[in-house]
């Protein structure tokens, strides 16, 4: 028996942004939006309060979610919600916005620290009702059970999971998505993809996920190039949003894997951007795990090249290869090309791996690592030559 969990409610396709204001008018009239400086800059902070504000609703909002969420971005959301009576929230962003969105709602009405949420606490209450509009084609948070917020005392990312942080609708209309910068689009564009290939051998997979991933992955190898050097093409633009959305589906039923999990301490130790932590990680973890998932990577390789002939292993081998030379046309950088310190990077490796395996996420993979072989796969991803 499998159980799949999605939001109530999801509203997509260019121009979905209009039904805006009905949908939010009927969760509440107090409405916290949680962005960030990057959409008031682009004039989309703009655009939602106004069609707010046509359905006679009250606004007031949160900026402060520029860089990769942490517990003192919930703590500020959370007092300014508070303040301001608040009755439902919008978010409008990136994986940064969403996460922290989801996290004050769970908090607002379950009060206490989000970390007690990582591992023992259940939500009891129900939470705040929360829209979340992406306004990136990568993290797919829109439609997950998950959010990842930084422990700044403990320097840990939380990988935080349970039905109460789903958002009740997610509104996901590419036309947003179009003033993402090329790298940007490419970070997002191998996040999801890591979603749908992880989700896809996840131990954790069942028919539902495999359906979501598998078409995910479709989109994504079809479209993201063009994403990346057309960013106006909207036949791409839609493609990507709807693979991010299916891949966040996906993996938040089926889980994530390795990728993700070796990813977050990156994260956390050196602020690398998500996206750009698990494009660096991808290739030498494919390798890592290709023998123990050659038939998965033999399906993907079958569902996208029918016209390539070969043993499972041959077409395994294929696809692999494409994804190197994906994250080379990207122009995804090693850890060292980044610019991390090899003295630096090397005494907290330990650290890492310590906390990548207490994720729980590198359990999920076909091949478990142990400590040492993370800490093995770090180094190998330090200076790793596609």
């Not at 999605?6 to 008018?25: A, F």
């Not at 259940?122 to 930084?150: D, K």
């Not at 996906?250 to 990728?259: E, G, K, Q, R």
Request: glycine share 6%.
């Amino acid at each position: 028996m499998n159980t799949f969990e999605s939001p109530q409610q999801i509203v997509y396709g260019t121009d979905s942004l209009k039904k805006l204001g009905p949908i939010v008018r009927s969760y509440g009239s107090r409405v916290f939006i949680v962005s960030d400086l990057m959409m008031e800059k682009l004039g989309y902070l703009e655009k939602i309060i106004s069609l707010l504000q046509e359905e006679g609703l009250y606004t007031f909002h949160y900026l402060g979610a520029n860089t990769e969420p942490t517990d003192l971005f919930v703590e500020e959301a959370l007092q300014l919600f508070k303040k301001e009576q608040g009755d439902v929230i919008v978010t409008l962003g990136g994986g940064s916005c969403i996460d922290t969105a989801k996290a004050v709602a769970v908090v607002a009405t379950n009060p206490g620290y989000i970390g007690e949420f990582m591992k023992d606490r259940i939500a009891e209450q129900p939470p705040v009702p929360l829209i979340a509009i992406p306004t990136t084609a990568g993290t797919g948070s829109e439609a997950t059970n998950v959010t990842v917020i930084t422990d700044t005392t403990n320097n840990t990312k939380m990988m935080i999971k349970q039905f109460a942080f789903l958002p009740k609708v997610a509104l996901v209309d590419p036309s947003l998505t179009v003033t993402s910068p090329k790298s940007v689009t490419a970070a997002t564009g191998l996040d999801a993809l890591c979603h749908a290939m992880e989700s896809y051998f996840s131990l954790k997979a069942q028919p539902m996920t495999k359906t979501f991933s598998l078409s995910a992955i479709k989109k994504i190898m079809n479209n993201i190039q063009t994403a990346y050097e057309e960013g106006t093409n909207l036949v791409a633009r839609d493609n990507m949003s709807l693979a991010s959305l299916e891949a966040g589906l996906a993996f938040s039923n089926a889980s994530v894997t390795l990728i993700h999990g070796m990813s977050r301490p990156i994260g956390a130790m050196f602020h690398v951007p998500h996206g750009i932590s698990n494009a660096m990680l991808l290739p030498a973890i494919l390798d890592y795990t290709r023998d123990e998932a050659i038939i998965p990577l033999a399906e993907i390789s079958r569902m996208l090249y029918p016209e390539q002939k070969g043993t499972d292993e041959e077409l395994a081998d294929v696809f692999i290869k494409r994804v190197k030379q994906l994250c080379q046309e990207l122009n995804i950088p090693n850890l060292g090309d980044w610019g991390i310190k090899r003295e630096e990077f090397e005494e907290v490796l330990n650290k890492m791996a310590f906390d990548a395996l207490d994720s729980g996420s590198p359990n999920n993979n076909p091949r478990i690592p142990t400590h040492e072989e993370i800490v093995e796969l770090y180094l190998t991803c330090y200076d790793y030559q596609y």
